[in-house]
């Protein structure tokens, strides 16, 4: 009998353990976690309440003051007195309340919209103004109470009314529009017609710390203490709340609960992370250091808007998409292997990693990520684990030491002597007698005989790595090589197959970085620059039609269709789905699995639209796609932060246009003007959703400079520099990966001209102009007057050098006339004196042929005819009547030379004789007085005598020259 016992104390012992075991197990998939030390948020480290507004902005009670998020920018606002604050709640008039270290108080926009502390601590009376910290605001009615270990302040209005604890306040807060304290020394009490009555008649309550109370149900409460456990508050009644299994916070400090959904509850401890229970009291799972927290102590729990959860840690926050339809899979402790393959079969779950080959029975619950329990290694697979494949009802395995079959978690070896990829039935209709294994040096045919496999040697003529390999309906086998190219091999003859390259001569892109598949029952090539199809006709590749319209020449990885006929891909770093399940095709992305896959190794097993699975560099993806597509997450975005710069920075805008959760837009009051300056502007916003905070893309546009909305693009921020004077208005709008788009915000303000092109400068400008213009006129007037009187006295010296020009021209005229008259004077007078001397020579001639006829006559011998003859040529040659008419024929011409010389002479002295006149003439010729005897046909003296006659009767002294004597005369106006 005793034997029997202590079986019987065994077993009881052993089955606790296994329930123990069994609830203490987690679910295989964990939620998104995101870890935000200390370093990034760059302030105090314990963080405790948490709120959030309207637009989605959380604000943290942080040990340096109040820290806000957005999602993609951390902001600080200390107290006044640099305190530590302990407790943030968002007040009914949308402000937030804030409590720290003897003090607390409100945080409001100023002018430009940035937060500044109001403090509430001169509404009080001295005897109340000293107190220890606020560790809990709960905003109720119209009113905020803040909690202090020594007081509770009641704000209503701009009133506080004090309520001091009877020991010690250790709880406030709110449920079921039930205001609700604790005590030290009367428990917990409500609040009621300005009393706080007791809470409840009958307690269960222990006496340890109230940590936290939220409704549970329509009239009921979930009450959590420290280390006593957790209660339900209905009917004025406290009852326990009871576990399915042994309590799990027995020994643990339970510091923060709130309700996650209708059915769950997430409970923060201080040493083991958080739990999730339901209302039937089971643990649900468990989130730890182990699973990706930073620590275990949570201090505060936080629900946002789209049901995620926020984590206050001792030092940190973490955050976890408790919502999100994806879920890390580690069947690793250390969760360090790759992911390279999955498949479910025979109900269990086999997912093959860079470490080895796990398992995990499956049920037939719809999403697969909240099985519980641990993944199981399959022994001898240690290693990387490249493929899994279903054939003829077995399973088989590609692994990096050779092919094996997976039967009742063993490994039974096929061919250990070469890696393997994967595997494929060479027979359309299976059970298929011949398998084709692809490894690393080729293809080996593989026997199916007796429920097992044999291998029977390499497939001839072609010897290369076989990743990459499908098989079409003529029995050709298509292998890409990661360097080499496209293979074709045609298997109609297995003993002599046909096998042909493509490369880029062929029609693909390359022969690199080709990845081929088959889908839709079609070969298939992904490549750098598009997806390319087989052309038969042709024999040669070329872009795939159907898929050109979904990816025209991007850089596509990898290729999946599932059983709804969906087609999986890998785009970049990127996975993706078209999803054909509607009217029209839809392109949906996961961006919070960019870059978390394994390149060029990229896994996807689209068990159901509940469970799809994808490798990942550490485990596994999973996606319950159904649920993923039915997250539409109403998308905001927010004006952050505007900032205009020039030498310095200058806050324009802080992020609020009225109280922190107003719903307003930008009034008119707050589009401000800034100087020229600071022309260069920059701007922050984002659109605070935290789940897929990666999938946002924006775009922008600042109205009265861009011509159109820019690309879309992952910037949270823009700089627009050296604008011009004018009025902009920046719009900015978000989308998310669903391709929900967010309403526009915008922002306007109005960069004002520079100094120089103000109104106040264009009328200094006219004033000025208009005083240039009088200067330049009066200066103008001035040098016109100038240039006037210079003009005039130029023109008087023009013109006196015009006279002096004149008078020379004149001068040179008269000379030139003189010296022309001159000249004829002297031709004449050469003329006159050539006649002269004619008539002086025919004179002398005259008188020698008179003088030889005087002599001839007298030798002649006295013959009378003779002698009468010559008397008559006597005669002719002295007749003077002739001479006479010589005279007047001289005088007339003189006359004409001189100036009517001879008749101003005679004029002047009338009473000269015609000799005399004859003389003067000669002597106005200044010939000589043997030329004069010449011309008269007298002698030398007689020439004298009649000059000396002629002076007399002139009346001319002696010393008086008679040539100048008769120049002068000639000279004087001839009398009238």
């Known amino acids: 009998m005793p034997t029997v016992s202590r079986i019987k104390t065994l077993i009881t012992l052993l089955l606790g353990w296994t329930a123990g075991v069994c609830q203490a197990q987690n679910t295989i998939g964990i939620p998104d976690i995101v870890n935000y030390p200390r370093n990034v948020y760059n302030a105090g480290t314990q963080n405790r309440g948490i709120v959030q507004d309207r637009y989605g902005i959380l604000y943290f009670a942080n040990y340096q003051g109040l820290l806000s998020f957005d999602g993609n920018y951390w902001k600080t606002y200390p107290l006044p007195n640099k305190t530590i604050v302990r407790s943030v709640a968002l007040g009914k008039d949308n402000r937030i309340y804030a409590g720290g270290q003897d003090d607390f108080g409100y945080f409001s926009p100023d002018k430009n919209g940035r937060l500044a502390f109001t403090s509430l601590k001169n509404l009080l009376s001295e005897k109340n103004s000293s107190f220890s910290d606020i560790w809990f605001i709960v905003p109720y009615g119209n009113d905020v109470f803040f909690m202090s270990r020594e007081m509770i302040f009641q704000l209503n209005n701009k009133t506080i009314t004090v309520y001091p604890a009877a020991s010690e306040w250790r709880f406030l807060g709110e449920s079921n529009r039930q205001l609700v304290a604790q005590d030290g020394r009367n428990g917990l009490l409500e609040f009621r017609d300005g009393l706080w009555t007791p809470f409840v008649k009958e307690s269960a309550l222990p006496a340890s710390w109230v940590t936290c109370l939220f409704p549970f149900g329509k009239d009921s409460s979930f009450l959590g203490t420290v280390n006593t456990g957790f209660f339900v508050l209905a009917n004025n009644k406290i009852t326990p709340f009871r576990f399915a299994h042994e309590n799990p916070f027995v020994n643990e400090r339970v510091l923060t609960a709130i309700a996650v959904n209708k059915d769950w509850l997430a409970i923060g401890t201080n040493l083991d992370g958080i739990y999730i229970v339901n209302k039937k009291g089971e643990i649900i799972q468990n989130l730890s250091r182990t699973e990706g927290l930073q620590n275990n102590n949570i201090l505060m729990l936080f629900l946002d808007r789209n049901k995620n959860l926020w984590m206050g840690l001792d030092n940190g926050i973490d955050f976890v998409a408790f919502n999100n339809a994806i879920k890390h899979i580690y069947p690793e402790k250390l969760n360090e292997g790759l992911g390279y393959t999955s498949l479910i079969y025979n109900k269990e779950l086999f997912v093959g990693t860079s470490n080895g080959l796990y398992s995990l029975p499956v049920d037939d619950r719809e999403d697969l990520s909240f099985l519980r329990g641990e993944f199981r290694s399959i022994p001898g697979t240690k290693g990387s684990t490249w493929g899994l494949t279903e054939i003829n009802g077995t399973l088989l395995l590609g692994h990096h030491d050779g092919a094996f079959q997976v039967s009742n978690d063993r490994l039974v070896p096929i061919d250990t002597s070469r890696a393997y990829w994967t595997f494929l039935p060479y027979a359309n209709v299976l059970p298929s007698a011949l398998v084709l294994g692809g490894d690393g040096v080729g293809i080996n045919l593989l026997r199916y005989t007796g429920n097992h496999f044999v291998q029977e040697g390499n497939l001839p003529g072609y010897a290369a790595s076989s990743q990459f390999m499908a098989i079409d309906n003529n029995n050709t086998v298509w292998v890409a090589h990661p360097y080499r190219g496209v293979y ?489």
Not at 595 to 619: L, Q, S, T
Not at 844 to 858: A, D
Not at 908 to 924: G, I, N, T, W
Request: charged letters at 25%; proline letters at 3%; glycine letters at 6%.
């Open 488 to 976: 074709k091999i045609d298997l109609n003859d297995l003993a002599h197959p046909k096998v042909k390259l493509y490369t880029e001569k062929n029609g693909l892109p390359s022969y690199l970085k080709n990845h081929l598949f088959k889908v839709k029952n079609h070969i298939v090539i992904a490549t750098e620059k598009g997806v390319y199809e087989y052309n038969a006709g042709r024999d040669g590749f070329g872009l795939s039609p159907y898929f050109k319209d979904f990816f025209g020449e991007r850089n596509i990885r990898a290729l999946k269709e599932d059983a709804a006929g969906n087609i999986w891909f890998i785009e970049d770093n990127s996975l993706g789905v078209i999803d054909l399940s509607g009217s029209q095709p839809e392109t949906i992305y996961f961006p919070e699995l960019s870059g978390r896959m394994v390149a060029d190794y990229e896994h996807i097993y689209p068990y159901n639209k509940y469970n799809v699975f994808v490798g990942a560099e550490r485990g596994f993806y999973h996606i319950n796609y159904e649920e993923y597509k039915k997250n539409h997450y109403p998308i905001q975005v927010r004006i952050r932060s505007v900032r205009a710069f020039g030498k310095k920075d200058s806050v324009l805008f802080g992020g609020y246009f009225g109280e922190v959760d107003d719903s307003l837009g930008q009034p008119a009051a707050a589009v401000y003007s800034i100087s020229n300056k600071w022309n260069s502007v920059h701007f922050e916003y984002s659109s605070p959703l935290y789940a897929v905070h990666n999938s946002i893309s924006y775009s922008y546009y600042l109205k009265g400079f861009d011509r159109d909305w820019s690309d879309w693009s992952k910037k949270t921020e823009k700089d627009y520099t050296n604008l011009p004077a004018g009025t902009y208005s920046f719009q900015v709008r978000s989308k998310s990966n669903m391709g929900n788009e967010s309403a526009i915000s915008s922002y306007t303000f109005t960069i004002l001209p520079p100094w120089y092109q103000t109104a106040w400068a264009y009328a200094g400008y006219v004033l000025l102009l208009a005083g240039l213009l009088y200067l330049v006129f009066f200066w103008q007037r001035r040098i016109f007057r100038q240039q006037q009187k210079k003009h005039e006295e130029e023109q008087a010296r023009l013109q006196y050098l015009h006279q002096l020009e004149m008078d020379k021209s004149e001068k040179e005229i008269v000379k030139l006339r003189n010296e022309k008259l001159e000249a004829e004077i002297a031709h004449k007078n050469t003329e006159l004196a050539s006649a002269a001397m004619h008539l002086v020579q025919k004179g002398e001639l005259l008188g020698n042929i008179r003088e030889e006829l005087v002599r001839m006559k007298k030798g002649a011998n006295g013959d009378g005819a003779g002698a009468e003859e010559f008397k008559k040529m006597l005669r002719i040659l002295g007749d003077d009547n002739k001479m006479d008419k010589d005279w007047e024929q001289f005088a007339i011409h003189f006359d004409q030379v001189h100036s009517d010389f001879l008749k101003t002479i005679k004029s002047v002295y009338p009473a000269l004789s015609a000799h005399e006149l004859k003389l003067c003439a000669y002597l106005r010729m200044n010939l000589s007085s043997k030329e004069i005897a010449q011309l008269e046909n007298i002698s030398v003296r007689g020439v004298e005598i009649s000059r000396y006659r002629l002076r007399k009767k002139l009346k001319i002294p002696t010393e008086t020259n008679l040539f100048d004597f008769l120049m002068e005369v000639h000279a004087r106006p001839a009398p009238s």
